[in-house]
Every structure is written in C-alpha cells, then in structure tokens.
C-alpha cells in the first residue's frame, strides 16, 4: 500500500493523520455512549488503522470486519460504528470487530 504523506506538494493526509482523525472521532461519539474501547490497546489501534485505510482507499470509515458491497446505501450501515455494534454488545459484550465493549465487559 501506498501511504499517502502531508508534504507541501500532496494535500493527501498521511495515515497516520487519517488513525488520528479516526480515532478522535470515536472517542467522541464514545463519550456519549455507555461503550469504551477494549481495553486491550494493540487490538484498538489495528482497528483503528484498519479504519484509515478503508477511509483512504473507500472513501468512509467503514468497519474493516466487513465486506462493503460497493452500494453506497448498504455500505452506509458499515460505517464505524456500524449499524450492528449494539446487539453484539448486547449480546457478547464486545462488537464483531473487538473495538467497542459493553460496561460490563471483563476481558
């Protein structure tokens, strides 16, 4: 993969950039939510970047456990957090993708 850099001369963002903005975002919307990150912090920050390339390569910052579809109105619901995440919270106490864990979740 060809990592984009944020040089005078490529207005892209860097990934890094992208993982940052990603990951501000969600802590954001997590404020407002009884949720949290899992508290193990490598899978958080794999998740995360897994988040910045789908946002560079796809354009959104869709769930990367996933398949898109390439329908942009199915694809919407994979939008991290995607549609999905409160069952399976609900349900398992942590999302498919391990991101996001219920209060009570003891790993």
Do not use: Q
């Given at each position: 993969?060809?990592?984009?850099?944020?040089?005078a001369?490529?207005?892209?963002?860097?990934?890094?950039q992208v993982?940052?903005?990603?990951?501000?975002?969600?802590?954001?919307?997590?404020?407002?939510?009884?949720?949290?990150?899992?508290?193990?912090?490598?899978?958080?920050?794999?998740?995360?970047?897994?988040?910045?390339?789908?946002?560079?390569?796809?354009?959104?910052?869709?769930?990367?456990?996933?398949?898109?579809?390439?329908?942009a109105?199915?694809?919407?619901?994979?939008?991290?957090?995607?549609?999905?995440?409160?069952?399976?919270?609900?349900?398992?106490?942590?999302?498919?993708?391990?991101?996001?864990?219920?209060?009570?979740?003891?790993?």
């Open positions: 993969m060809k990592e984009a850099t944020a040089d001369g490529n207005k892209e963002p860097s990934l890094e993982e940052r903005e990603v990951r501000e975002r969600l802590e954001k919307w997590l404020a407002l939510t009884p949720y949290r990150f899992n508290p193990e912090t490598a899978v958080v920050g794999t998740i995360i970047r897994g988040i910045a390339i789908r946002k560079i390569k796809a354009g959104g910052e869709y769930c990367p456990c996933r398949v898109l579809s390439g329908d109105k199915n694809d919407s619901k994979l939008v991290c957090p995607c549609v999905f995440h409160k069952a399976e919270i609900e349900r398992d106490g942590i999302c498919l993708c391990a991101l996001f864990v219920g209060p009570n979740y003891v790993g």
